[in-house]
């Protein structure tokens, strides 16, 4: 029992430390608006495409298949791979994008009547297990589309996560991506708003402030965290 007091303990010191930080960002930064999507489906697009580049590239990607009216599961289904490819071109490794594009088109179509809202009627976490299937979709693309596109209560936890956590010694510095996203997911309630904004603000953060190399600390709204 006592065991169990301390675990409670340490995760009600987490989420209060949690909540201070994500009001801290908050205060600095306001609202950032996450996802910028019309569409669920428009959404898990970008959660595929953004992998290894930026989003100014993704948005051109998403414009070229809304420009070219492709941009529905049925009608990406159908098209052939190569022309899928070429529309995808500014987002980098276009042929590879293409493909996994077309692997979670594939389980839409084939599996939920070519509308990903279909998938939010299941549970959680055989909803991720469904999407982790799909070759190409890893932790975080899944999450991103179970918070961002179906309003999931599941944490996403990317590369800027790892690196503030790792600074503010919340983790290991070699934690893996279950662990960070069990990190949060354990301390705060399930609150689809609160873990959207919490890990739009933190990817700000990591992309202002806290870099590989030379992160400025001194001027970061999370400076008065640091250990």
Known sequence: ASGGLAGGTTEMKRQSLFLDMYRAMLDVLGPSGWWPAETPFEMAVGAILTQNTNWDN????????????????????????????DLLRPVGYFRLKAGRLKNLVSLIVEEFSGDIANLAGRDMEEARARLLAVSGVGP?????????????????????????????????????????????????????????ELHALLVRVGNGWCRPRAPKCESCPLARFLP
């Open 58 to 85: 993704v948005k051109k990607a998403i414009d070229n298949l809304r420009v070219a009216g492709v941009l529905t599961p049925q009608q990406l289904y159908g098209l052939p791979d190569a022309v899928l490819a």
């Open 140 to 196: 975080e693309t899944a999450d991103s589309i179970l918070l961002y596109g179906l309003g999931y209560p599941s944490f996403v936890v990317d590369a800027y996560t790892a690196r503030i956590c790792s600074r503010h010694a919340l983790v290991p510095e070699d934690a893996g991506y279950d662990e960070l996203r069990e990190l949060f997911m354990d301390a705060l309630p399930g609150d689809v708003v609160l873990y959207n």
